[in-house]
Nanobody
């Protein structure tokens, strides 16, 4: 059974940090790009960071400089470190995996093969 399980969300004060984890199982993790998406209240889901199977990373402008994505193929896991959090970062954060996706389309959720159920991050002001 394919699974992506996010963890690490919670309530944090503005200016704080969180480390989100995504644990994968049931598929050949090494062959997949893994991305983080988020959906804020009343907004569409957006891609914010991805790491390819060759360890290249990409960040959406709103998190660039504040986020670091890493993958650990030995643990079948991907991590997203988020710093300098602000209330606009409040959202449900999802990880997703894609086997066949180009660099340009990494943030396009249509190309994601598997999804986790999400973890809620709430940033208080």
């Amino acid at each position: 059974e394919v699974q992506l399980v996010e963890s690490g969300g919670g309530l944090v004060q503005a200016g704080g940090s969180l480390r989100l984890s995504c644990a994968a199982s049931g598929f050949s993790f090494d062959d997949y790009a893994v991305c983080w998406f988020r959906q804020a209240p009343a907004k569409e889901r957006e891609g914010i960071s991805c790491v390819t199977k060759t360890d290249e990373t990409r960040y959406e402008e709103s998190v660039k400089g504040r986020a670091t994505i890493t993958r650990d193929n030995a643990q079948n896991a991907v991590y997203l470190q988020l710093n300098s959090l602000n209330p606009e970062d409040t959202a449900v954060y999802y990880c997703a995996a894609a086997k066949h996706v180009t660099w340009r389309l990494l943030f396009n959720e249509v190309f994601m093969d598997y999804w986790g159920r999400g973890t809620l991050v709430t940033v208080s002001s």
